[in-house]
Structures are given as structure tokens and as C-alpha cells.
RNA sequence: GGUUCCGUAGCUCAGUUGGAUAGAGCAACAGCCUUCUAAGCUGUGGGUCGCGCGUUCGAGCCGCGCCGGAAUCACCA
């Protein structure tokens, strides 16, 4: 509509002011609610061409496009806005358009798909996955649905860093306070049995740091030379000479990690197409290092450690290999961009990765064209903001990690309570009952971290818990149970609910209302798209529902007496569903059908 | 100190390429269930958009300078 109002606009200025005038200068917006009328033309940039005041201009332009196209049937100048009022006609063939839509998402669709790898999740394997993890794992899925929504070939990555000195350190706490604890003799979840013996580490070696501290010795140095640091580094160094005793420990004790993790990710409801492990790329890593080493693009340090000196991009030196020859984060990274270059020739290669590690890809993406891999343009940082506890960043040493598994089974705890206690769901069976909190705990909890911006640092409290009122997941799913409510009715009633046919000759404002923002979907998700934000899907699929919920409040749908403002109620509602059923699985949310 | 990001209501957050009187939710208070689900709807109060200057017909948004906070600048990942 937009579209076709500039034209009307600029063939209005070229006749009456006899004036050529560039798109850029037309500008078009929403009305304001306060103001009668659908869109506003912004007449100051025209007053140039008219040598008038706004309010003349804006009367003479409105004039004109009243006369000249019917779908304007009125308009008012405040200012210098020209309020145009669109006519219920044509709001209601546009209407119609949308509810013959197969999916709502064909608008989105790009002209030119391209092949897009999102890396997300990217654990350790020596701890148990939290909160922070959670927000990446519920972005990282959300901007695949999103992606591949608007046609592009996206594939779902994960890099699992299951190597390096940290995971020697929980190996290696195991191997001295283990008596050979596994997660079937301890009843643990295997994630958090390794993450108990890193825990572990960290606390015997933060020990004898301060033994050696309290003999006179340098911080720096007691940290280096602490005997279990001294033991994981060995341990580290065994690992890369392929010692069998050592990688047959690596192995069990990482099995045991995966099984945990697959269950937390099954529970998230996130997936992958491919999983990468640092094991494997680090060693692609340290080829390209030494090649580009022998090219004279690194150097060599006397100590026999390799350097990128990043000086001339701004930034500084890098190391890529330690003196004694093992990799660093660094060089896995350089190795896993190559490798998945080569297996998928991606136009974009995504990560998603908290913003603590900007510096980390800045590097990353210059080294790569430093060593003249120009498809490196094609790497995209996808930078989200930590999440915060109310007394600041969560810490381990303080034990305020949120563990993901714990929070997961208290929003469903807090789902059941809450569900109980409303009393709806009396006749269903304890399967379908669980079904459903699941379902309502999860939407809580992942609409909750997806609405807002991900750029941004958001804060967790744990203490107040997820709302299930106001501006919530729950809210939203409520508002499509309801809708699902009426449906159900309308079968009871028997009334026909599959082709529903309507003229939509009656419509009142409410509705109009509705169908101007049913409109937006495709915008708002190519939006979503392009700024990879799932925020603006969480906050459309918000103020659609509060706009239902006040049309549904207002007026009764199956009580309506006259058949045809019914009909184009039922359709007008089962549209509704549709898109914020499609928004909400965009966001990765599962939508119950009652509660 | 260098670089990057953030400062909007008591709290959590929205705010399109600069447009009209800056919006929601939570919390507080006051109403609305004989009806398709009250996890809802309606109303009231609540703001120096961190501060200042500049660009502009017009700035929460753009530029510069401060103030405050975060991240990072590791032979950690």
C-alpha cells in the first residue's frame, strides 16, 4: 500500500506543482492512534515543490488523492502530516489476501537464497550448560527458523570445544578424587558428574596457588607452577601425542558429557545438522598456522611460540601456537572456518556468540584475509549481550551459575502450580497435563530471553521467576487457546469451520485494527532477518495479541447473530492463530492447544 | 590506558531509514466473569529518554565532548 501511495503522491506533485520528486523525500508512515486516519505522509520535504505552507500543501495533496484513488476515502491535515484515510474496502480485500495465504511467510521469501551455516551452542565439555547458554542455544535455533523461513539454506552447526587444558583439568581431578566414579554408579547427569570434577580442579589448584603464595612466591609464577597446573599442562601435551591411556579417558569421560547434553538440548527443542569438535579442526589449524608460518605471513617467536602480528589492522599480536607446539582457541577457530568453507562453499557463516568475544573475531575474520581467504567477508559475529543476575554477572566461584537443567524443570514446576491452581485442565490425562506444562514453562521461559534485543545485556531474576501475566509467552499461547476455544465451540455448534466465506462488508474499527497488523507479519519477519533479531517477532506476536485479546473482549464471535459479520470474525480469528502460531514457532515456541 | 557496546517510568523491556503529545508489562490503586477460557479486559498515578553542545523545519534516534556501567586487550576458552 505504501508502494502504490508514493506513486499516487509523486504523480500528485508532478501534476499539481509540475515537479519531479525522489523517493527519499515521500515519506510515508503508520498514523499515530491519537489521529483519524491509516497512513501519514510527512509533507514537510514537499514544501520545496509547493512554495506554500504544510497545511495548504498537505490539503491540496490530499485533495488530489481522494479524487484521483479510491481506496483514500478521507483525509485531515494536522501540522504538516497528511493523515489519509484508507477506506474499509480495501482493507478488507487486502484481508483476504493474507487469509488465502498457505503459510504467511511466502512475503518473506528473499530473491536470492543463500547458503547461511549458524554455529550456536558451542559448549565445553567440562561443565554443564547454563543460563548463558540457554539465551545462545534459543537465538542460535530462532535464527535458523528464521532464516530458512525467508528461503535460505541455512544449516545448523555446532562446535563442541572438547579439548584443550580445561578439559584436562576435570580429567585430570577425575583421575586423582575419582574412585572411578561414573554416571551410572553416582546417578548423575554425566555433564554435571565432569563438571563437579572440574569444580574440583579448580579448588584444589586455587589451594595449593595459595600455599605457594604464602611461601613468598610470586602470584604469576605460583599460578605457572602449581603442581596440578603443572600435571594438566603434561596431561594437555599427552593429549596431542595421541597417548592412549590419556585418550581413552578423554573419550569415556566426554561420552558421558554428550549423553547429558543431548538431553538438555532435547528439552531446549534445539538440533543440529552438523556437529564440529575442536578435536578434530585444531589439527586443520595447525596446518594452515605452519603454512602461513613458512609464507612469512606469521612469525616465530624465540621461544618458539607462533604469532599473527595484527598491528597493521589495528589490533594486536596474536598467538596461534604455544612454545611447547599446542593450539590455542585461536587456531581450532582458524581450522573449523576452513573446514566448513570447503564442505559448504557458505555465502554466511554465523556465529552466534556472546559479545564477550568480539575481540576474538575481529581477529579471527583478519587473520583469515591476512592469510588470503577473502570468502572470511562471509563470517558474521552474531554478538549477543551477556545475561545478568540482579547482583551482577553470574560466577561460578560465587556458585550464581543458573544451571540450565534447573531452570528448565522450575519453569515447568512453576507452569504446573500455576495451571493447578486456575483449574482448567481437569479433564486431561496426566500425559496430556505434563504435555501442556511443558510446553507453557518452556514458552515462558524462551520468550522471556528472546523478546528482548539480543544485542543487549538482559537481566535474569531468578527470585521473582518468569511471569506468566502481561507481556509473557503464556499470555500469547493463552491468546491462541482461546482462539482454538472458539473453533472447538463452533464444531460443537456445527457450525462449518473449514471454508468459511465471507464479504467482509460490515467491519468495524476493531477489526481493521486487526488486519493492519496481521499485514505486518512478513515485514516484521524479513526485519527479524535481516538484523537477526527474534526480538521483533517476540514483541509483534505480543501487540497481536493484546489487540485480539481486546477484539475478543469487546465483541462475541459465535454470539454474533448475523451470519456474515460472524463469518469474517471466525476468519479474522483463525487468521490471527495462524500467524502467531507461525511467529511463536519462528521463536521456536510450541503452541498448546488448550490451557 | 586503547578498542567495542550499553544508559528510556520504582523494576524488566519496546520505540522502524530522524517526524505529531516517548510506549508496554510488572509492582500500586480502582473497576469488569449467568457469555467463545478472567493466564483476560478497562481505568488512575508514574519520565530532565545519563548530562551538555551541535546538525535539522523537526533529535530518544545522527555528530562531538563529558558522566556512569559492561566487555575485551591471556602461552584461558
Not at 89 to 94: D, L, R
Not at 454 to 461: D, E, G, I, S, Y
Amino acid at each position: 500500500m505504501e508502494i502504490v501511495l508514493k506513486e499516487k503522491i509523486k504523480e500528485a506533485v508532478k501534476i499539481i506543482y509540475n515537479s519531479e520528486v525522489k523517493d527519499d523525500l515521500i515519506q510515508i508512515q503508520e498514523t499515530r492512534k491519537d489521529f483519524k486516519g491509516d497512513f501519514t505522509l510527512v509533507v514537510f520535504p514537499l514544501l520545496r515543490f509547493s512554495k506554500n505552507t504544510p497545511e495548504k500543501t498537505g490539503e491540496t495533496i490530499g485533495q488530489y488523492l481522494k479524487d484521483n484513488f479510491t481506496a483514500v476515502s478521507g483525509f485531515n491535515v494536522i501540522k504538516g502530516f497528511l493523515n489519509l484515510e484508507i477506506s474499509d474496502a480495501w482493507w478488507v480485500e487486502y484481508f483476504k489476501k493474507i487469509a488465502a495465504e498457505k503459510t504467511h511467510l511466502e512475503n518473506c521469501k528473499v530473491s536470492h537464497p543463500e547458503t547461511i551455516l549458524v554455529e550456536y551452542s558451542s559448549p565445553n565439555t567440562n561443565k554443564p550448560l547454563h543460563l548463558g547458554h540457554i539465551r545462545n542455544n534459543l537465538l542460535g535455533f530462532s535464527l535458523y527458523r528464521i532464516l530458512s523461513g525467508c528461503g535460505h539454506r541455512v544449516i545448523k552447526t555446532n562446535i563442541v570445544n572438547d579439548r584443550g587444558i580445561h578439559i584436562c583439568k576435570s580429567m585430570l581431578a577425575w583421575q586423582k578424587f575419582g574412585n572411578g566414579e561414573t554416571p551410572e554408579s553416582s546417578g548423575m547427569k554425566g555433564d554435571h558428574l565432569v563438571g563437579k570434577y572440574y569444580v574440583l580442579f579448580e579448588k584444589n589448584y586455587k589451594e595449593q596457588v595459595e600455599k605457594l603464595i604464602q611461601n613468598g612466591i610470586d602470584a604469576t609464577e605460583a599460578k605457572n607452577s602449581a603442581t596440578l597446573m603443572k600435571e594438566t599442562r603434561e596431561m594437555l601435551l599427552k593429549w596431542e601425542t595421541g597417548d592412549e591411556e590419556i585418550v581413552s579417558l578423554w573419550k569415556m569421560m566426554n561420552s558421558w558429557v554428550y549423553v547429558g547434553f543431548d538431553e538438555t538440548y532435547k528439552k531446549l527443542g534445539v538440533d543440529f545438522d552438523k556437529i564440529y569438535y575442536e578435536s578434530d579442526t585444531y589439527k586443520v589449524g595447525k596446518d594452515i598456522v605452519l603454512r602461513a608460518l613458512k609464507e612469512k605471513i606469521l612469525y616465530r617467536n624465540e621461544d618458539n611460540s607462533v604469532w599473527a602480528d595484527l598491528t597493521p589492522d589495528g589490533l594486536d599480536q596474536k598467538l596461534l601456537l604455544r612454545s611447547d607446539g599446542t593450539a590455542v582457541y585461536m587456531t581450532q577457530d582458524l581450522g573449523t572456518a576452513v573446514d566448513r568453507y570447503k564442505e559448504f562453499n557458505f555465502d554466511k557463516n554465523i556465529y552466534v556468540v556472546g559479545n564477550e568475544q568480539n575481540y576474538h573475531f575481529q581477529v579471527l575474520k583478519a587473520l583469515l584475509k591476512r592469510i588470503g581467504y577473502n570468502w572470511a567477508d562471509g563470517l558474521i559475529h552474531f554478538s549477543y549481550g551477556m545475561v545478568e543476575l540482579p547482583e551482577g554477572r553470574m560466577k561460578s566461584r560465587e556458585g550464581t551459575i543458573v544451571d540450565a537443567d534447573d531452570l528448565i524443570k522450575e519453569m515447568q514446576l512453576t507452569a504446573m502450580e500455576v495451571s493447578l491452581e486456575l483449574g482448567k485442565l481437569s479433564d486431561f490425562s496426566d500425559e496430556e497435563k505434563e504435555d501442556i506444562f511443558r510446553k507453557i514453562g518452556m514458552g515462558a521461559l524462551k520468550y522471556y530471553i528472546l523478546k528482548v534485543d539480543p544485542r543487549k545485556n538482559m537481566t535474569f531474576n531468578p527470585a521473582e521467576s518468569i511471569d506468566f501475566n502481561g507481556n509473557t509467552g503464556p499470555f500469547i499461547q493463552y491468546t491462541y487457546t482461546r482462539i482454538k476455544s472458539v473453533f472447538r465451540k463452533a464444531e460443537h455448534l456445527g457450525i462449518n469451520t473449514g471454508q468459511i466465506s465471507f464479504s467482509g462488508t460490515k467491519t468495524g474499527p476493531k477489526e481493521i485494527e486487526l488486519i493492519k497488523l496481521l499485514r505486518k507479519f512478513s515485514e516484521t519477519v524479513s526485519a527479524a532477518a535481516t538484523s537477526y533479531s527474534p526480538a521483533l517477532i517476540a514483541n509483534y506476536c505480543y501487540d497481536l495479541s493484546r489487540e485480539y485479546n481486546q477484539f475478543y473482549h469487546d465483541f462475541s464471535i459465535l454470539g454474533e447473530a448475523e451470519e456474515e459479520i460472524r463469518n469474517f470474525r471466525m476468519v479474522l480469528s483463525k487468521v490471527t492463530s495462524e500467524i502467531i502460531y507461525t511467529g511463536m514457532w519462528l521463536l521456536g515456541i510450541e503452541m498448546p492447544e488448550r490451557m
